[in-house]
């Protein structure tokens, strides 16, 4: 598993869960999904949803995938955003 593309989002939205995310990944050698979603939680969680066909998800994990999928993209952010900040302060 691993993340082909990840773009951080600068405007999070008004809801309970902000939107940190958007990123593509490749599953397996012959799975990719577009558009995958991390999310964090009020209280500080972050989680993973797929993308959307009209009002309904394109597919679920289960709770180990789930959770392997958000560490993966969170690695991949604070990767991301620590790259972002270092160009910015030189």
Do not use: N
Not at 42 to 65: C, H, K, M, N, W
Request: net charge neutral.
């Amino acid at each position: 598993m691993r993340i082909l593309a990840l773009k951080p989002i600068a405007d999070p939205g008004g809801g309970a869960m902000k939107l940190v995310a958007t990123f593509d990944l490749q599953l397996t050698d012959t799975v990719r999904l577009y558009g995958l979603r991390l999310l964090q939680t009020p209280d500080g969680r972050r989680i993973v949803y797929a993308a959307q066909a009209g009002s309904r998800r394109t597919a679920t994990f289960s709770r180990e995938l789930s959770e392997a999928i958000t560490t993966a993209a969170s690695i991949e952010l604070e990767a991301a955003t620590a790259h972002d900040i270092s160009e910015s302060a030189a």
